[in-house]
């Protein structure tokens, strides 16, 4: 870790670039007089004995080293960048490995894993499928696993972590999208929508059989919910880290989208901020028209009805659909369509 940690250093010309800490580490940058924390994590030792593990004939100690992403505070720009599409070989390699590691993780869910058995198994897993590469982190009782296969679209993907909340999902392509990509727990999870049982079974009957397998992952959803209603709906639950409303939308044809989309947002930014954790994130993406990918930005004004409630932006991102597979954004009207989403922006806000 101190060799890449030098390595970085001389990269990107800093000062200095240091870990500290006997469990609990801290990465801290340097430039000039400046220093900030970059990243936390913590170490965990592991002891391979001979016999364990074929390629290894002797005892050996090393340690774990376990970053926990966070939310950087960067310039609220949307970046953007060329990305080359995987083809069918790597997606298929993508599948039967993230099929393996949901196998696992059912296989042990009662009995629990250690950590040498869970590096082990991650291990194989890399080598087997070529993985770029795969981590663990922990997320209260359990693990999170991140895996990357090139090319990475790591640092592009919505940042959700802990408790999470997903409300207006209409057809729960994105909820299934966050699973199969193994960006939270299922257990972690509560998807939501408006619409009741029966609304949804008439307009997509696609959308049930999503819900009953989602369900079934272990996913709490949950119908009937209102987004502007958060406060009242979880008000006996604990805070959520993360809640996520993916093209919020008045629901019919906008005669006034300033007063309509502001209001909209207002009530959902005021209502989510009582059930957001002190540390917790509120995400949003809205979707561009003709005008370019900031109509909504300039009609719905997300940064100014945030701040209205108590709320600061602290990045806005590009949006890709492609970066979600299987995802598909179906509005909810009496006449679904599916709008382009090619334009869109990635809002996240925390506490101020």
Known sequence: M???LGAMRAWYRLTGLSLAGPSTV??????????????????IRVTRREGEFPTIGRQLDYW??????????????????????PDKKTEARWSKGLAAIRAFANATRQSGVTTRQLFAFLVGVARAFRFKSIQATRTGPGWRIYATMNPDNSGDLIPISGRVLL???????FAAAVVALGLSLPGNITATEARGEEAISEADPEAMQRIRLLRAQGVTVELGVDARRIHKAYQDRPKFDSIVWLFPHPGSELRNPAIEGRALLL???????????RRGRIIITLRGAGEGPTWYETMFRPRETAA??????ISRTVFRQADYPGYV???TRDVPHRPSVSLAITYVFKHR
């Not at 774990?64 to 960067?74: K, S």
């Not at 009530?267 to 954790?277: D, I, T, V, Y």
């Open 26 to 43: 801290t990465i801290t940058a340097r430039l000039g007089r400046s220093s900030s924390p970059v990243a936390q994590g913590y170490r």
């Open 64 to 85: 774990l080293l376990f970053l926990e992403r966070n939310v950087a505070e960067r310039d609220p720009e949307p970046t953007d960048h060329a990305k080359e599409a």
């Open 167 to 173: 409300v207006g999902e209409g057809n729960f392509s």
């Open 267 to 277: 009530e959902f930014f005021a209502s989510a901020k009582r059930r957001l954790s």
């Open 329 to 331: 954004f179906l509005t």
């Open 308 to 313: 209205f409630a108590g709320l600061e932006l």
């Open 2 to 4: 101190l060799a890449v």
